[in-house]
C-alpha cells in the first residue's frame, strides 16, 4: 500500500478496463470513510453517496445514458461511443454516485473534491478508478425519477458526478502537463 500522499497523486491514473473482482468490504468502507472526511462549504456536506455493486442497475443505467447520447446529433455527445463495445461504467464491479441538491451554490465543487479524496483514497489501496460525468445522460430523459429512486438519491438531489472503481487491467502513460498554465506572483 502506498502512503505517500504526494507519489499517489502522480500515480492516479483514469482506468478504462478492470477485473470482475469485487472490493472487499474493508477498501470499501475506507473508501467511504475518505469521502466522508471531505471539505465543504461551511461544511453543509451536501452530497449523498451511491454504491452501486448491482451490475443489472449499472447496465440499466448505461443503457438510459446511451440511449439520450445516441438520440443526439454526433457532434453533441461522447466519441467514446463509436466503440461498440463502450459502456459507460467499463464494467467495472463498483460505482459511486454522488448526488446533491442544486440549490447549494458550491455543491458541485464540494462533490468534486469528494470524488477526487474516492479516487486517491483508491489509489492507495492498489485500486483503480475513472471520474464519470457521462452517466449524467441517464437522467436527462424520461427514466430520471425511477433512475433517481434506484439510487436511493434523497429527495430534492440531482447527479452531480460518478466514479467506477475496481482492480485495473489497463495502463497508461501521465497525462500531459501544462505549466504555461501557472502565474506565481510575487
Ligand atoms: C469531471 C470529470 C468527468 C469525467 N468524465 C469521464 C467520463 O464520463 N468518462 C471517462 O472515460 N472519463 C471521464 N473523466 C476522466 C478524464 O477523461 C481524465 O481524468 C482525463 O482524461 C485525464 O486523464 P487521467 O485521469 O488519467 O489523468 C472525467 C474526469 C473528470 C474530472
Given at each position: 500500500m502506498q502512503h505517500n500522499t504526494l507519489d499517489l497523486?502522480?500515480?492516479?491514473r483514469s482506468h478504462?478496463?478492470?477485473k470482475p473482482d469485487q472490493l472487499t468490504q474493508a477498501q470499501l468502507d475506507a473508501i467511504l470513510d475518505a469521502a466522508l472526511a471531505s471539505p465543504s462549504a461551511n461544511n453543509r456536506q451536501p452530497w449523498y453517496f451511491?454504491?452501486?455493486q448491482d451490475s443489472a442497475l449499472l447496465d440499466r443505467l448505461h443503457q438510459e445514458a446511451a440511449r439520450m447520447a445516441l438520440a443526439r446529433e454526433p457532434s453533441q455527445r461522447s466519441p467514446r461511443y463509436r466503440?461498440?463495445?463502450f459502456q459507460v461504467f467499463y464494467h467495472a464491479p463498483t460505482v459511486i454516485f454522488l448526488s446533491a441538491p442544486q440549490d447549494n451554490h458550491y455543491a458541485m465543487v464540494d462533490c468534486g473534491i469528494a470524488v477526487y479524496g474516492i479516487a486517491l483514497a483508491a489509489e492507495a489501496q492498489g485500486?483503480?478508478?475513472?471520474?464519470?460525468?457521462l452517466p449524467r445522460d441517464a437522467?436527462?430523459?424520461s427514466a430520471r425519477e425511477e433512475l433517481e429512486r434506484?439510487?436511493?438519491f434523497p429527495e430534492g438531489h440531482q447527479f452531480v458526478i460518478a466514479i467506477a472503481l475496481g482492480y485495473p487491467e489497463d495502463d497508461k502513460p501521465a497525462h500531459d502537463k501544462h505549466p504555461e498554465k501557472i502565474s506565481i506572483i510575487r
Amino acid at each position: 500500500m502506498q502512503h505517500n500522499t504526494l507519489d499517489l497523486i502522480q500515480s492516479r491514473r483514469s482506468h478504462r478496463k478492470y477485473k470482475p473482482d469485487q472490493l472487499t468490504q474493508a477498501q470499501l468502507d475506507a473508501i467511504l470513510d475518505a469521502a466522508l472526511a471531505s471539505p465543504s462549504a461551511n461544511n453543509r456536506q451536501p452530497w449523498y453517496f451511491s454504491v452501486v455493486q448491482d451490475s443489472a442497475l449499472l447496465d440499466r443505467l448505461h443503457q438510459e445514458a446511451a440511449r439520450m447520447a445516441l438520440a443526439r446529433e454526433p457532434s453533441q455527445r461522447s466519441p467514446r461511443y463509436r466503440d461498440p463495445a463502450f459502456q459507460v461504467f467499463y464494467h467495472a464491479p463498483t460505482v459511486i454516485f454522488l448526488s446533491a441538491p442544486q440549490d447549494n451554490h458550491y455543491a458541485m465543487v464540494d462533490c468534486g473534491i469528494a470524488v477526487y479524496g474516492i479516487a486517491l483514497a483508491a489509489e492507495a489501496q492498489g485500486l483503480g478508478s475513472v471520474i464519470l460525468g457521462l452517466p449524467r445522460d441517464a437522467f436527462s430523459g424520461s427514466a430520471r425519477e425511477e433512475l433517481e429512486r434506484a439510487l436511493h438519491f434523497p429527495e430534492g438531489h440531482q447527479f452531480v458526478i460518478a466514479i467506477a472503481l475496481g482492480y485495473p487491467e489497463d495502463d497508461k502513460p501521465a497525462h500531459d502537463k501544462h505549466p504555461e498554465k501557472i502565474s506565481i506572483i510575487r
